[in-house]
């Protein structure tokens, strides 16, 4: 959805309303939340009253945004300036919210796109990269492998599709391993440098191919250059926020990795539809 097509949901409230209700963000209220009889109305613009129990509730109950006091337009458009990767800061300017009210949205978006089923439960196959790389940690410490104080995140991607990333406790054959069973398809064929680590891929049913840094150019197809690509691009985002909080990091990862593999969709949309899945999620604990 670009800034035009925005603009038709975000002239009032109602609209706004009508449109997150649409997508599955807000609730229908077929019957009261509370006794379920079918005898509601709306009383006031946006408060529901059931006529049996004489109950109460603002059209956000049950909802994500249930809490948040932001009035729902400026919902709608802080998505879009999440979408375009404005900083909280300009955010907050730019809705005439506070930094703490923006920083929440934010967060929202993030948890959603991390809690939503379709970012979560991917198989890859065909020809597959997989590799490691460090992030974080202030100082520029010991490079490659083990580099202290620095997360170690592992990739997984296919080459003309999607990229799996997962900050990992550490990098043994067995950690390693284990998410490659669980995000690759049997029988595909899995590059990778000569780490030791990547022993065994083809004891699990895996081809594999390994490559040699030196010579990575007179190989042929034999690279890793797009989960390297990655990597460059995971790391020059991240550069923004001059490091991010450890606990929250995992939730930036999974923020960079649906920004990659939706590079070539509407990336509004697909915002929306996983605060929708979200909400079904929350709705269900
Ligand atoms: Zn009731």
């Not at 038709?8 to 649409?22: A, G």
């Not at 065909?126 to 997360?151: C, L, Q, T, V």
Request: charge should be positive.
């Amino acid at each position: 959805m670009n800034l035009i097509e925005l603009q038709q949901y975000t002239i009032s409230e109602d609209k706004s309303e009508e449109y997150l209700r649409r997508q599955g963000i807000l609730k229908q209220f077929d019957c009261c939340p509370y006794c379920e009889s079918k005898r509601i109305g709306r009383i006031r613009r946006y408060k529901f009253k059931c006529y049996n129990c004489r109950k109460e509730w603002g059209s956000r109950k049950g909802s994500v945004l249930e809490g948040l006091r932001v009035p729902l337009i400026r919902v709608l458009i802080s998505i879009k300036l999440f979408e375009l990767d404005t900083s909280v800061r300009e955010a907050a300017r730019q809705l005439d919210l506070s930094y703490n009210t923006v920083y929440d949205l934010f967060d929202l978006f993030r948890q959603s796109i991390a809690g939503s089923d379709v970012n979560t439960s991917f198989t890859l196959s065909g020809e597959i990269e997989m590799d490691e790389s460090y992030f974080g940690g202030r100082r520029k410490g010991n490079r490659g492998r083990g580099a202290a104080g620095k997360i170690p995140v592992f990739g997984i991607l296919e080459r003309g599709g999607k990229v799996r990333v997962e900050a990992v406790q550490n990098v043994t054959g067995e950690t390693l391993l284990d998410m490659a069973i669980k995000k690759v398809k049997r029988g595909s064929l899995i590059y990778t440098d000569k780490f030791r680590s990547y022993n065994g891929l083809i004891s699990y049913g895996f081809r594999h191919m390994r490559i040699d840094h030196g010579k990575r150019f007179v190989n042929g197809k034999v690279y890793i250059n797009g989960i390297e690509g990655f990597w460059s691009f995971a790391k020059e985002r991240l550069m923004k926020y001059h490091g991010v909080d450890p606990k929250k990091f995992p939730l930036y990862l999974k923020e960079l990795e649906f920004r990659y593999n939706h590079r070539h969709h509407d990336l509004y949309d697909a915002v929306v539809k996983c605060i929708s899945e979200y909400s079904l999620v929350v709705s269900i604990q």
